[in-house]
Every structure is written in C-alpha cells, then in structure tokens.
C-alpha cells in the first residue's frame, strides 16, 4: 500500500492525491540552490570582472560610436555631395545587417583579409562602436534637421558664421532634444553586450555561461544575471539623468 501511495495512486484512483503527489515532485524539482552562487568565491569574481568588462565596453562603445556618428550626422545635414550618398549608404548597411554578423565579420574576417590580431574584446568594441554609430547617426541627422530655424536666422543676423552656428547653436539644441532617445540607445548597447561572448570575451554572460556549465543551475545563474543586467542598467539611467541635468539645466527650468 505503501508503495501504491508513493507512485501517487490510490486503491481508489483518487486524482486528488495523485495531483498532490506531482506538485510535491515539482517543487522538489524547482528547489533553488543560490547558494552554490554566492558561496563560491570564484564565481563572484567572475561576475564582477563580467559585469566591469560589460560596463567598460559600453562606455567606449558609446562614446567612438558618437564620435562617428557626430561626423556623418554632420555631413548628412550639410549636404556634402558624394559624402552624403557614401554616409547614408554606411547607415542603411550597418542598420540592415545583423550586429551577430558584423562581430563575426569583423573578429574572424578582417583579421583573415589585411593580417592583423587583436585580442577579441578589441574586435567586440569595434564592432559595437561601428554597429550603434549608425543608430546614433540617425538619431542626431533627425535632431540637427529638426532643430529651430529661428535660431539658425537670430544667429546669422549676429554675424555668426555657419561652423560656429553648427556647433554652438544648433547642435547643443539637437542633441537635448534628441538625448532621451541617445540614452535609450545607449541602455540597448549596454544589454548588447552580451552577444560579445559568442566570440569568447569573458563578459557578463559568458561569466554566467561559465558558472552554469560548472554548477548546472541554470535558473539560477541566469536569474542572478537578469537582476545584475537590471541593476547596471538602472545605474546608468540615474547617472544619464544627472548628465542631462548637468548639460541641459534649461530643460527643468519650469
């Protein structure tokens, strides 16, 4: 009887014990282990070298990837004959094509054709710099083609001359305007990062990768990662805030 009990089926066939029985099975099933996590002093320092890596790259990613897109923001808006067909056509590549192939491309492809080695999160940085200049590209070309006219004309009545009219009217007006999409941008390239492991960058998710092929928890190593990824992103939308804050005060004079 004993036994007839335990395989979750009475002498009766009740449903209810045996439904009973299956969730008890479940719940052992789900048990979580966290603490084969924060235990071990190994994989917190991997977590924290991910994390730092992630952060890193993001950050120099963002910033060469403004740098290139300020530029060919600026020669789309000044209309520069062939730049201008060349730019628009180096955006709808790169906005076109899968950022999974670009990193491969650029990793295993290049290295191949011109004879050079890098270590791979170089690869990694270039290719995230490259792919997300094109996003920032059109989100500043939409700031700068949208940006006052009026300001444009109250300057040239004050005798400015179109580059500093470029640079000190309208594009500090273009890029407040257009900054919450630049931070959303730049929050995407953070969660980005995580496809750079596919090419061995010891970031963030192959961190995670690393302790799941050691622990075979995967719920709960990719559950800790879910809560870092949040938790940096957040971090970066208070210090983003406080950047606007600082450049842009005229935007919360109310």
Same mark, same amino acid.
């Given at each position: 009887?004993?036994?007839?009990?335990?395989?979750?089926?009475? $002498?009766?066939?009740?449903?209810?014990?045996?439904?009973?029985? /299956?969730?008890?099975?479940?719940?052992?099933?789900?048990?979580?282990?966290?603490?084969?996590?924060?235990?071990? #002093?190994?994989?917190?320092?991997?977590?924290?070298?991910?994390?730092?890596?992630?952060?890193?790259?993001?950050?120099?990613?963002?910033?060469?990837?403004?740098?290139?897109?300020?530029?060919?923001?600026?020669?789309?808006?000044? &209309?520069?004959?062939?730049?201008?067909?060349?730019?628009? #056509?180096?955006?709808?590549?790169?906005?076109?094509?899968?950022?999974?192939?670009?990193?491969? =491309?650029?990793?295993?492809?290049? $290295?191949?054709?011109?004879?050079?080695?890098? $270590?791979?999160?170089?690869?990694?940085?270039?290719?995230?710099?490259?792919?997300?200049?094109?996003?920032?590209?059109?989100?500043? &070309?939409?700031?700068?083609?949208?940006? +006052?006219?009026?300001?444009?004309? #109250? !300057?040239?009545?004050?005798?400015?001359?179109?580059? $500093?009219?470029?640079?000190?009217?309208?594009?500090?007006?273009?890029?407040?305007?257009?900054?919450?999409?630049?931070?959303?941008? =730049?929050?995407?390239? =953070?969660?980005?990062?995580?496809?750079?492991?596919?090419?061995?960058?010891? +970031?963030?998710?192959?961190? @995670?990768?690393?302790? +799941?092929?050691?622990?075979?928890?995967?719920?709960?190593? =990719?559950?800790?990662?879910?809560?870092?990824?949040? @938790?940096?992103?957040?971090?970066?939308?208070?210090?983003? !805030?406080?950047?606007?804050? &600082?450049?842009?005060?005229?935007?919360? /004079?109310?």
């Amino acid at each position: 009887p004993l036994g007839v009990f335990a395989s979750g089926v009475t $002498p009766q066939g009740s449903p209810r014990l045996s439904a009973t029985v /299956v969730l008890i099975r479940r719940a052992k099933a789900l048990e979580f282990r966290f603490f084969e996590i924060y235990r071990n #002093a190994e994989y917190l320092l991997l977590l924290a070298k991910g994390a730092l890596l992630s952060g890193g790259i993001t950050v120099l990613s963002a910033t060469f990837g403004l740098i290139i897109a300020f530029a060919i923001a600026g020669v789309r808006f000044a &209309r520069v004959p062939v730049l201008t067909q060349l730019t628009a #056509a180096y955006v709808e590549f790169i906005r076109n094509t899968p950022l999974i192939v670009q990193l491969f =491309f650029i990793a295993f492809g290049l $290295p191949l054709l011109l004879g050079y080695e890098w $270590p791979f999160w170089a690869h990694a940085l270039l290719s995230l710099s490259i792919n997300f200049s094109g996003y920032f590209a059109e989100i500043l &070309r939409a700031g700068l083609e949208n940006a +006052d006219s009026g300001q444009r004309e #109250a !300057a040239r009545a004050l005798g400015l001359r179109p580059r $500093p009219i470029f640079f000190l009217v309208i594009t500090p007006v273009a890029i407040a305007t257009m900054f919450a999409s630049l931070n959303s941008q =730049f929050i995407f390239l =953070f969660l980005t990062t995580g496809i750079i492991s596919e090419i061995g960058v010891a +970031d963030l998710t192959q961190a @995670g990768l690393y302790i +799941d092929s050691r622990t075979f928890r995967t719920f709960e190593v =990719f559950l800790v990662l879910t809560a870092i990824y949040i @938790g940096i992103s957040m971090l970066f939308k208070a210090v983003l !805030a406080l950047v606007e804050r &600082r450049l842009f005060p005229w935007k919360f /004079v109310r």
